[in-house]
Antibody, heavy 116, light 110 residues
Framework: EEQLVESGGGLFRPGGSLRLSCAASGFTFSRSDMHWVRQATGRGLEWVAGIGTDHDTDYSDSVEGRFTISRENAKNTLFLQMNSLRAGDTATYYC???????????WGRGTAVTVS | QSVLTQPPSVSAAPGQKVAISCSGINSNIGNNFVSWYQQFPGTAPKLLIDENNKRPSGIPDRFSVSKSGTSATLAISGLQTGDEADYYCGTWDSDLSAGVFGGGTKLTVL
């Protein structure tokens, strides 16, 4: 079964840092494009960052320069380093796999991040 | 303010058909694949259907999609109370080099 499991969420101070992790299993992680998508309570989905199989990265304007997405293929793990945290970063963060057409076909259960 | 525009809510009676629209521009819907996601309260979103009407295992063919130019539509026929959920459209925006979603549509089956 294709599975993504996020970890690393919790309560953090404004201006602080944290690193989210996402453990992938059941598929060839190294051949998959990966993303982080977040959702604040009661709000819609917001794409945060993506990384391709070639390690090329993209970021939303709201996190550019503060967040860094990375991957360690040998450990089938995706990361999101989050620096200079703001209250507006409070959300559930989902690890997501996409196909070549950016169809997000596998989602994790999410990890909650609170900045307060 | 979401890049893609969806109605905040739609409703219909059981057994009826409903359509949810998703509007964008050339750099997103106009030139990239659109997918739809379903989210029940308290759970993670999941892929519902892609632009080619390909559905993951377990998703019935009561769900279908269409696209014309810079707009896409999700249609749900034979509505059931179990279809009550939030529905999101999503795609890539080539100009922004970013993923984009609609604001989500809450479906109520009356």
């Amino acid at each position: 079964e294709e599975q993504l499991v996020e970890s690393g969420g919790g309560l953090f101070r404004p201006g602080g840092s944290l690193r989210l992790s996402c453990a992938a299993s059941g598929f060839t992680f190294s051949r998959s494009d990966m993303h982080w998508v977040r959702q604040a309570t009661g709000r819609g989905l917001e794409w945060v960052a993506g990384i391709g199989t070639d390690h090329d990265t993209d970021y939303s304007d709201s996190v550019e320069g503060r967040f860094t997405i990375s991957r360690e293929n040998a450990k089938n793990t995706l990361f999101l380093q989050m620096n200079s945290l703001r209250a507006g970063d409070t959300a559930t963060y989902y690890c997501v796999r996409s196909d070549y057409f950016y169809t997000m076909d596998v989602w994790g259960r999410g990890t909650a991040v609170t900045v307060s | 303010q979401s890049v893609l525009t969806q109605p905040p809510s739609v409703s219909a009676a059981p057994g009826q058909k409903v359509a949810i629209s998703c509007s964008g521009i050339n750099s997103n819907i106009g030139n990239n694949f659109v997918s739809w996601y379903q989210q029940f309260p308290g759970t993670a979103p999941k892929l519902l259907i892609d632009e080619n009407n390909k559905r993951p295992s377990g998703i019935p063919d009561r769900f279908s999609v269409s696209k014309s130019g810079t707009s896409a539509t999700l249609a749900i026929s034979g509505l059931q109370t179990g279809d009550e959920a939030d529905y999101y459209c999503g795609t890539w925006d080539s100009d922004l080099s970013a993923g984009v979603f609609g604001g989500g549509t809450k479906l109520t089956v009356l």
